[in-house]
């Protein structure tokens, strides 16, 4: 059964830092991997979808890289905003997702 | 404007009652899925469709059921054997395998 864990639960920076966030997952065999973001009492929204097959995608201040063989992933903000404050899920497709606990994100003024 | 819609955003029943939470696309996606999430995990699978008339268990499905008579709808029902049915519920739906997952909104299930 896949395994998908984040680290850190929980991060507070700075605004302009940019920081990194992780994601593991135990069986490489994936179709994808999507990072997504959740603010509070609100569904989740797709930030970057990468294929097995990709090594990164980049959208914006973000970007997203994928070691598969490693079971990692990364995903990179750029220059952090108060505006990025949310809960960060990273989720694993094996013919159905799998995600992790996610990690909070602060940004400070 | 094409999306996914759960209904209601809150629910709130007394332990015992069986309750449906409904989602529906308009997206023409094949597959849907249901999560749970609660405070401090990630979103566990309950349920999940890639084809009309068929559905597969996740890895909580005690206590639920599911329907797919239609491609659009999706709804899930939470019986009374789900021991501590109280969370944040979410569905979703994807084209396909290979391709992105979109989100509903979400419903809150208070049950007392």
């Known amino acids: 059964k896949q395994e998908v864990t984040q680290i850190p639960a929980a991060l507070s920076v700075p605004e302009g830092e940019n920081l990194v966030l992780n994601c593991s997952f135990t069986?490489?065999?994936?179709?994808?991997l999507q990072w997504f973001r959740q603010d509070p009492g609100k569904g989740l929204t797709s930030l970057l979808l990468?294929?097995?097959?990709?090594r990164e995608q980049t959208s914006g201040r973000l970007n997203a890289s994928l070691d598969k063989s490693s079971g990692r992933s990364t995903l990179y903000i750029a220059a952090s905003q108060p505006g990025d404050s949310a809960t960060y899920l990273c989720?694993?497709?094996?013919?159905?997702?799998?995600f992790g606990a996610g990690t909070r994100l602060t940004v400070k003024p | 404007d094409g999306g996914i819609t759960q209904s209601p955003k809150y629910l709130f029943r007394k332990e015992g009652q069986n309750v449906t939470l409904s989602c529906e696309q308009n997206?023409?996606?094949?597959?849907m899925y249901w999560y749970r999430q609660d405070p401090g995990q990630g979103l566990r699978l309950i349920y999940y469709?890639?084809?009309?008339?068929?559905?597969q268990k996740g890895d909580i499905a005690e206590g639920y059921s599911v329907s797919r008579e239609k491609k659009e709808s999706f709804p899930l029902t939470v019986t009374s054997a789900q021991k501590n049915p109280t969370a944040f519920y979410l569905c979703?739906?994807?084209?396909?395998?290979?391709?992105?997952?979109?989100f509903g909104n979400g419903t809150r299930l208070t049950v007392t």
């Open positions: 979703a739906s994807s084209p396909g395998l290979n391709s992105p997952l979109h």
């Open positions: 069986d490489s065999a994936i179709y994808n």
């Open positions: 990468i294929q097995s097959s990709q």
């Open positions: 989720a694993v497709n094996n013919n159905d997702m799998r």
């Open positions: 997206l023409n996606h094949d597959a």
């Open positions: 469709s890639q084809i009309v008339n068929d559905f």
